[in-house]
């Protein structure tokens, strides 16, 4: 039973691992709220970043922070001028 218990909590490890390997970029407006994000090389993507949703341009010059994949399929993607 130990033994299958610690195999269960190796895999589960594992797999948290791997998900949190995986970043997405957040583009921010200039006040520093989130605006959208995506899965691109964060200064250059969020450079003429658009928000899907309002399409309104973050404006930010490209500020932008890492969120993890977790929290980047709850928010709005972007998309380029």
Known sequence: MVR???????VFTMVCGTQAANWY???LYPDG???C?????????CLNAVSNET???????GK??????????????????
């Open 4 to 10: 299958a218990s610690s195999i269960i909590a190796l």
């Open 25 to 27: 970029c957040q583009c």
């Open 33 to 35: 709220s989130h605006c």
């Open 37 to 45: 994000n995506n899965a691109d090389d964060c200064t250059s993507s």
């Open 55 to 61: 399409d309104k341009a973050c404006n930010a010059g």
């Open 64 to 81: 932008n922070s890492r969120v993890s994949y977790f929290n980047a399929q709850f928010r709005t993607t972007c998309h380029e001028t």
